[in-house]
């Protein structure tokens, strides 16, 4: 072939493949899941776990020569889709292997066919250094004919992941809610489609903390952010009844798929504390919302608005003053608007803890929440106030209303701190979808 056909030859692939490239590019991407990572197991307040010693006997090591199923509900679905495997509190590098994607039918089972193979950078594996994380390439879901098939609503991944050798202290966001599959150690397990090779049960997620979906264009993810009222505290297990769930299924019933609600709650979590937060300091609530802004948002692709809950665990775990937590949210809402143009940023009144625990339900904590939820209520910081105080107090008695108390997870009164089913769906209803007009 002459030089010059040669020439034109490799300028009309190279096009080619920078169209290619660009038209990829051009995707919307849009984070559809998150469990936010909040430290190495077994650190955190997981709820209704079952005994994990014949999985992990010395939990600290973490898994060894072991394959994950994490199941996780997409709240919104597309053709093609992405994950992010953390490493973020680790001490050693941790290689995953056998990564597979498929449709649960029910407990560990796939549906027949759907178990797709997960690659990272062409390769079918992927070593994350400590304190890193990696997006896989991404995956067309071959079982997604119509993104907005109503029979997908409520349907969930099933996202197997094996660890080779040992991982060491294991990234994981403790309360789930959402029953996932372990297997026993020894071979890759996750190319199976059934249950039997996944004996073991856990209610948290482990190393996984996002799920990115292609969508259409225009459409933006809305990032519930705050500590255990967020995560879902007394609600119900697979239920998806938290008060993210309950203003999730709101705004698809008026707007459609427009919009993408992701939960990035950590059960014990504080605005600004603790002042230093590593591998081998660890504390059960994770590292202060401050501190894990660029991961948990900023990190995350199409994130249009930010809800904002948080406070409680500030005043009743650390002592801080008002002003302090005042203080964490002018910094926080600085930090996202300078990196984040365009967001918008809406804060929630704390509901009240008033004589629920010991160290939450003193007079002296709840005269703090009253004054930061006073603040929160003229402050124009904010884009707007969903104001959770109004919709679950109990004004005869200063604490959450009785219906709202008992719990629904694991039984049993409740602890007046974290409401159940039904307070999580009041507060879910309390939230103005005016706000996301387009």
């Known amino acids: 072939m002459p030089r010059l056909k040669?020439?034109?030859?490799?300028?009309?692939l190279l096009v080619a493949c920078s169209a290619s490239t660009e038209a990829a590019d051009m995707r919307n991407w849009v984070v559809a899941w998150t469990g936010a990572v909040q430290g190495p197991y077994p650190t955190g307040n997981p709820t209704a776990q079952p005994d994990l010693s014949f999985v992990f006997p010395i939990p600290e090591q973490g898994a060894t020569d072991l394959s994950f199923r994490a199941i996780v509900r997409p709240d919104i679905w597309g053709r093609e889709a992405k994950f992010r495997l953390s490493n973020a509190f680790g001490t050693k590098p941790v290689t995953f292997a056998g990564v597979r994607v498929g449709l649960q039918t029910s407990g560990a089972a796939l549906l027949a066919d759907s178990n797709r193979v997960v690659t990272f950078n062409g390769r079918n594996s992927v070593t994350v250094p400590p304190g890193g994380s990696v997006w896989s390439d991404t995956v067309v879901l071959t079982f997604v004919k119509d993104p907005a098939d109503p029979l997908l609503v409520g349907r969930k991944l099933a996202i197997g992941y094996h660890v080779e050798g040992n991982s060491g202290p294991m990234t994981w966001h403790a309360k789930a809610l959402q029953t996932s599959y372990l297997a026993q150690s020894g071979a890759v397990q996750t190319d199976s489609e059934t249950e039997t090779a996944f004996p073991f049960s856990t209610t948290s997620w482990y190393f996984l903390d996002a799920v990115a979906m292609s969508a259409a264009a225009g459409t933006k993810a809305i990032v519930t952010f705050g500590d255990s009222i967020t995560?879902?505290?007394?609600?119900t297990i697979n239920g998806d009844d938290r008060w993210p769930d309950v203003f999730s299924r709101r705004l698809h019933a008026l707007y459609g798929n427009k919009y993408a609600v992701v939960n990035q709650g950590i059960g014990g979590n504080q605005v600004v504390g603790p002042a230093e937060y590593t591998p081998a300091k660890p504390i059960a609530g994770g590292p202060s919302a401050l501190s894990r802004l660029d991961r948990d948002i900023v990190g995350l692709p199409g994130v249009g608005a930010v809800i904002w809950l948080e406070g409680i665990n500030d005043f009743g775990t650390a002592g801080t003053t008002v002003e302090a937590a005042m203080q964490g949210y002018r910094d926080g809402v600085a930090y996202l608007r300078r990196n984040m143009p365009g967001v918008k940023i809406y804060v929630a009144t704390l509901t009240?803890?008033?004589n629920s625990t010991p160290t939450h339900g003193t007079a002296a904590v709840d005269a703090k929440r009253q004054a930061l939820n006073a603040w929160?209520?003229?402050e124009k910081l904010f884009d707007g106030v969903a104001d959770f105080d109004a919709a679950t107090l109990d004004p005869t008695t200063g604490g959450l209303k009785a219906a709202f108390k008992p719990g629904s997870s694991i039984g049993g009164p409740g602890d007046g701190l974290h409401p159940n089913r039904a307070g999580y769906a009041?507060?879910?209803?309390?939230?103005?979808?005016?706000w996301f007009k387009k």
């Open 352 to 354: 009240t803890a008033l």
């Open 6 to 12: 040669l020439i034109l030859l490799g300028l009309s």
């Open 376 to 378: 929160f209520r003229s």
């Open 231 to 235: 995560d879902g505290t007394a609600s």
């Open 426 to 434: 009041a507060m879910g209803a309390a939230i103005d979808l005016d």
